[in-house]
């Protein structure tokens, strides 16, 4: 695949609030929630006010490169194969990809 000239510049343009914005509001309120219950409805209903903390934590991780450990973790859960499982191979692992909403920005 070839990445034109242009468009690599448009690839390299900063990040922009509204483009932060669109993506959290494009994400189903209520599909995903994190460990602690909160999901992107939280996120989209308190906008007005976690905005500026969030556009920035986003900036400041595509300028620096930076992702926060509790952001980039993920949960295991396990999910019967049977219906009465008695031993760990009767058991699925499936792997719980966290999302930026589901941690804090700091711990």
Known sequence: MVVFEEDNFLLLQPVQDHEIKAMIFQIDKFKMPGPD???AAF???HWYLIATD???AI???FHDGILLKQ???TLIALIPKVEN???TAQFRPISLCN???NR???E
């Open 43 to 45: 996120f989209q209903d």
């Open 37 to 39: 219950g909160f999901g």
């Open 85 to 87: 499982p008695s031993s």
């Open 99 to 101: 999302s930026f909403w």
């Open 104 to 106: 804090p920005l700091c």
């Open 59 to 61: 900036k400041s991780f």
């Open 54 to 56: 969030v556009c920035q």
């Open 71 to 73: 952001i980039n973790y």
